[in-house]
């Protein structure tokens, strides 16, 4: 009697856990904008927020960065744009959404002082963190005397730690129809370690992978990127397993100046999301304007949550601030912002033979100046005899 009820009490947490399981992956289509969920159905994937927009900058665009990954904000794009990091890079992201849903990320990066694996060029490597919450979810349950007992609890808790790296391994020039072109072509790679906590009481960890890669034409200013994201082992509730969102992500860009110190960048991509049977195309443009104010506006077209976006950013020396927000509906509207320093005067040091080259305003040093044969003086042109003037040898002849 007493094992039938154990058995019994056993299924009905098992039914419990697959429900709140079910909940919780609806509540955070909800809850996460930008990240829709078919819970309880084929394709269903959990981690939701591996598939959200960090960076006002690429939010502003719409999302399309895959091709454009060119600072910290690379981990959660492309990983081959940390190979084009100059200089070392802080920045820090918070994210607001529907029903206090939030996220913050921090990031590092920086070029290493060392030439990578294939000797090309120093690599850039950096370490992130993000962390959010889907909003509180209120569990109520009617007890045998018909009270009802209720808990407020968080939805979903996640952490993501990330390792990043990414490096150039070709760099070439070649004629194409008389056009001298350079190819610059770059390699990345992260791991992370993925953790989730559902309802306060269920939680479930996972090992996952990104890899990208990134060509350049910086003459022209175009290139074109592809990434994977979140590839992987899935999260395992109990005895529920549900596979991470993988992203495949493929785009194009094309940035050129215009007058003075102006340009304009346009950017299209295209994401499948492997494991759900998803796709998105985006496109956006970003006007930099004079080193201090960059511009950016972008479209989803083909997402559950397509519509505009639009963001802005300031910049001044090493400091940066920018934010974006989506204005796809009213009900899945979100905004970010972000505060990013680049260390100007923290210079990475060139281990190869450094090869001095004089300032053109340095004067020269003073030169010793070679002794020059003494000159021969010119014969002096003989004087012509004045008439009555006595020559020497009449003087001899007379003596």
């Not at 665009?61 to 084009?84: C, E, H, K, Q, W």
């Not at 808990?151 to 790296?165: C, H, I, P, Q």
């Not at 899935?234 to 003075?260: A, F, H």
């Not at 044969?373 to 014969?379: L, S």
Request: aromatic share 12%.
């Amino acid at each position: 009697m007493h094992g039938s009820y154990m058995n019994n009490s056993q299924h009905r947490r098992g039914e419990s856990v697959r429900a709140a399981l079910s909940i919780v992956f609806a509540l955070a289509s909800i809850l996460y904008p930008l990240a829709p969920v078919f819970a309880g159905g084929p394709g269903s994937t959990a981690v939701q927020v591996l598939k959200t927009d960090i960076s006002p900058r690429a939010m502003g665009m719409g999302g399309g960065f895959v091709s454009v990954a060119d600072d910290i904000y690379s981990v959660t794009y492309n990983p081959a744009g940390l190979g084009r990091l100059y200089l070392p890079e802080i920045s820090a992201t918070y994210l607001s959404g529907f029903a206090d849903a939030k996220l913050q990320f921090l990031g590092f990066g920086m070029p290493l002082p060392i030439n990578g694996l294939i000797g090309l060029d120093k690599p850039g490597i950096a370490v992130s963190a993000i962390f959010s919450q889907s909003g509180d979810f209120t569990y109520r349950r009617i007890n045998d005397d018909g009270t009802i007992f209720s808990r407020s609890m968080d939805a979903e808790g996640t952490k993501v730690f990330s390792l990043s790296y990414g490096e150039r391994v070709y760099s070439q020039e070649m004629k194409i129809e008389g056009y001298e072109a350079r190819i610059d072509q770059y390699l990345g790679l992260s791991a992370k370690y993925v953790k989730s906590e559902l309802l306060e009481t269920y939680s479930a960890s996972a090992i996952a992978f990104d890899a990208g890669w990134l060509l350049v034409e910086p003459k022209l200013g175009l290139a074109c990127g592809a990434s994977l994201s979140n590839y992987g082992g899935g999260m395992t509730y109990l005895k529920e397993t549900y596979p991470l969102p993988s992203v495949m992500r493929l785009g194009l860009s094309w940035q050129r100046p215009t007058i003075m110190d102006q340009s304009v960048l346009l950017a299209l991509e295209y994401d499948i999301y492997t494991n759900e049977g998803l796709k998105n195309f985006k496109g956006g443009l970003e006007y930099h304007f004079q080193k201090i104010l960059n511009a950016r506006l972008g479209y989803k077209a083909v997402d559950d949550n397509k519509g505009l976006t639009m963001g802005v950013g300031v910049h001044h020396e090493g400091f940066a601030l920018d934010f974006a927000m989506s204005l796809a509906n009213e009900v899945f509207n979100s905004s970010q912002v972000s505060f990013s320093y680049k260390f100007a005067g923290w210079r990475i040091r060139d281990y190869k033979k450094a090869v001095h080259y004089r300032n053109q305003d340095e004067k020269a040093p003073p030169q010793k100046k070679a002794k020059k044969p003494a000159k021969k003086e010119p014969a002096r042109p003989k004087k012509a005899q004045e008439p009555g003037q006595k020559k020497d040898s009449d003087f001899f002849m007379l003596y």
